[in-house]
């Protein structure tokens, strides 16, 4: 079975800094997508930035960016010029692709941004 | 284009009650989740469907819950009789057919059972 895990339950960074949320998983499957996942206190769930497994390219999106280790099975969420805004809680989430479609979840890291 | 829509936003009830969540996705989107969210944790899957097929109930507890999705396309969550341990966030996504899709969530049901 697929586990994701998040070590960090709380992280701060002061404003326009960067900071860098860890995730590990667990999987014997090597077609899958890794995704980094914002619910701010609205609670409404966001798509931050995702990974297919099969490109070596780390992905980017704006100040986000992934380090994708897939022989470590790490995935880190690098978050650039920290805004105020980014404030919330961060999931990891992985998601196979054998047709199921089924998303596991870490159990998050609380970001807060300091002014 | 609209969002998911869940309602009600908040429910408040007594244990041993029954309560209903409803959940409207994005037209189009073939797969419906029904996750929980404990305090602090990340969701849980509770059932997916595709279409009117619930395709994955494995972590649902059929004794005191039930789901339907009536021509799938909306879809609603019962818990019947409630229990102090079912206060949580009860999230719905959806998404739509293909691999490259990812989901997309509602905004959540906070349930309290006191």
């Known amino acids: 079975a697929q586990t994701v895990t998040q070590s960090q339950p709380e992280m701060s960074v002061q404003e326009a800094e960067t900071v860098t949320l860890s995730c590990t998983y667990d999987?014997?499957?090597?077609?899958?997508?890794l995704f980094w996942y914002k619910q701010p206190p609205s609670r409404q769930m966001i798509l931050v930035i995702r990974?297919?497994?099969?490109?070596?390219q780390n992905a980017t999106e704006n100040r986000f960016s992934v380090n994708f280790q897939k022989a470590a099975k790490s995935f880190s969420l690098k978050i650039s010029d920290s805004q105020l805004g980014d404030a919330a809680m961060y999931f990891c989430?992985?998601?196979?692709?054998?047709?199921?479609?089924?998303?596991?979840f870490g159990t998050g890291t609380r970001l807060k941004v300091l002014a | 284009e609209a969002g998911v829509v869940q309602s009600p936003r908040y429910k408040i009830i007594e244990k041993k009650q029954p309560v209903a969540f409803w959940c409207n996705p994005i037209?189009?989107?073939?797969?419906l989740y029904w996750y929980l969210q404990n305090l602090g944790q990340g969701p849980e899957l509770l059932i997916r469907?595709?279409?009117?097929?619930?395709?994955?109930d494995s972590q649902l507890p059929k004794d005191r819950f039930s789901a339907e999705r009536l021509k799938g396309v909306d879809s609603t969550l019962k818990i019947q009789p409630a229990e102090l341990g079912d206060s949580a966030v009860y999230l719905c996504?959806?998404?739509?057919?293909?691999?490259?899709?990812?989901?997309?969530f509602g905004p959540g049901t906070r349930l309290t059972v006191t």
């Open positions: 469907y595709e279409n009117e097929e619930a395709v994955d």
């Open positions: 999987t014997s499957e090597s077609d899958y997508y």
């Open positions: 996504a959806s998404r739509p057919p293909g691999f490259l899709y990812e989901q997309y």
């Open positions: 989430a992985y998601r196979t692709n054998s047709g199921t479609y089924k998303y596991i």
């Open positions: 990974q297919e497994a099969y490109k070596q």
């Open positions: 037209s189009g989107h073939n797969t």
